[in-house]
């Protein structure tokens, strides 16, 4: 039984055959667990394509091609080393080997609002170890990122839609202002998942997704994904993945590529849901602010309609955020109130979750710049699962019924 060519599936169908192979021994359907860290050579130096587990991994390998064939990417196992997607052991260490690229005294222009843990690795360990500088511009200023520009300036990294405030960078526009620059264009595609968009279709260099959410979806894993359609910069990951060592193991990766089976039905549900949630938030009395990218009072919503889709349709995503009529006690009795949604960090699991970005994610951001980005003690943020909707909404309104 042979694969079908990727360019001719759709994404729903890539999510559960893209860069898998039957196994040729025993007809198994999915790729076995391979937990060996060595392999067998025949002659010094001769080898079936694998020698050691950090450097080569069969279950790793299907991961790897099959996040690269759901965001597009045209580098495949035929190019071997190069494949152009790259699985490391999270998100976080996904970023910083993609750091690792850099030279000393590179300027690296990111997004002013990211997730916690992406903002401490910049400002607190690369900014110091690595000797990189750092400007944090709002992306969806064009003019904004064009000033920020300096000679100096490799790589350009932005989260669309943003953790937590939801804001959604136009990233045709961000690959145009790069231009003629030797500037890697970096996203961070997390919170869309290729499901809703594709950076590299948009002109981006390399797509980052921690696989911990929305890929792997079961809260059961922790992984990070890098994906580049560019042979090149496919070299230079593999090499330092190979070198830093941060690589997903074997079960992991099990894992993750049993979770992205089912990613676009679970997408799916996840932003009607939030559509459903958000609008009920958007009405109650209890909410001062609501924001969604689906939401056509969107700061961003002419570019999340225009970017971001769902079998043709427009999507939201399954996060929300929300500003509450009430101070920090009022907002601690909100999220304690829960039945069903679990107080919890992450997101993007089947079950909803929900969190204090101020007290939980992002309490590593300055409080500064807290305040200058809207994270305040009454601001909370929602991940939406695919559990039934009516009683996620009598759930929410419990929680609201508390404030």
């Known amino acids: 039984m042979s694969t079908p060519k990727h360019q001719d599936l759709h994404t729903e169908t890539l999510a559960v055959h893209g860069g898998q192979h039957v196994c040729p021994t025993t007809g198994a359907v ?9 392999y067998a050579q025949s002659s010094p130096g001769v080898h079936q394509g694998y020698e050691y587990s950090r450097s080569h991994n069969p279950t790793r390998y299907a991961l790897e091609r099959c996040i690269a064939r759901l965001e597009g990417s045209a580098l ?27 030279d000393t005294g590179d300027h690296v222009i ?69 231009s003629g620059r030797d500037i890697i264009l970096a ?20 797509v980052m997704h921690s696989g911990t959410k929305y890929i792997g979806g079961h809260s059961d894993v922790v992984c990070g994904l890098l994906v580049t359609a560019n042979t090149e910069m496919a070299q230079r990951i593999r090499f330092h993945q190979n070198a830093v060592g941060s690589v997903l193991g074997p079960f992991d990766s099990y894992l993750a590529l049993r979770g992205v089976k089912t990613l676009a039905l679970r997408m799916a549900r996840h932003c009607d849901s939030a559509m459903e949630l958000a609008k009920m938030l958007e009405a109650s009395p209890k909410v ?12 961003q919503a002419e570019v999340a309609q225009r970017q971001m889709q769902l079998n043709s349709m427009h999507a939201g995503g399954g996060m929300i955020t929300a500003t509450l009529d009430t101070d920090e006690a009022g907002s601690r009795r909100f999220l304690e109130a829960f039945e069903i949604f679990s107080l919890a960090e992450s997101l993007g699991g089947v079950e909803s979750l929900v969190e204090h970005p101020a007290i939980m994610t992002h309490a590593s951001v300055p409080i500064a710049d807290r305040a200058a980005l809207g994270i305040s003690d009454n601001l909370i943020r929602l991940s939406v699962g695919i559990e039934a909707l009516v009683d996620l909404k009598a759930d929410l309104q419990r929680a609201l019924d508390a404030v």
């Not at 997607?85 to 750091?99: C, I, K, N, Q, V």
């Not at 996203?187 to 390399?206: I, K, S, W």
């Not at 001062?288 to 700061?299: K, T």
């Open 187 to 206: 996203c961070d595609n997390t919170f869309a998942t290729p499901m809703l968009q594709r950076p590299l279709e948009h002109g981006f260099d390399v």
């Open 110 to 178: 990111a997004m002013d609002d990211l997730y916690g843990g992406t903002h401490r690795l910049f400002q607190q360990v690369a900014k110091r170890s690595r000797g990189l500088t750092f400007s944090f511009v709002d992306m969806t200023d064009i003019d904004a990122v064009q000033a920020a520009i300096t000679p100096r300036t490799r790589l350009l990294w932005v989260e669309t839609p943003t953790n937590p405030m939801l804001k959604v960078s136009d990233l045709g526009a961000l690959a145009q202002a790069r």
């Open 30 to 38: 999915m790729p076995p667990v391979y937990l060996s860290s060595t």
């Open 76 to 102: 495949t196992e035929d190019q071997d080393p190069s494949f152009g997607g790259f699985a490391f052991s999270s998100g976080m260490a996904a970023t910083a080997s993609l750091l690792e690229t850099l």
């Open 288 to 299: 001062q602010e609501v924001i969604y990218p689906g939401l056509g009072n969107h700061p």
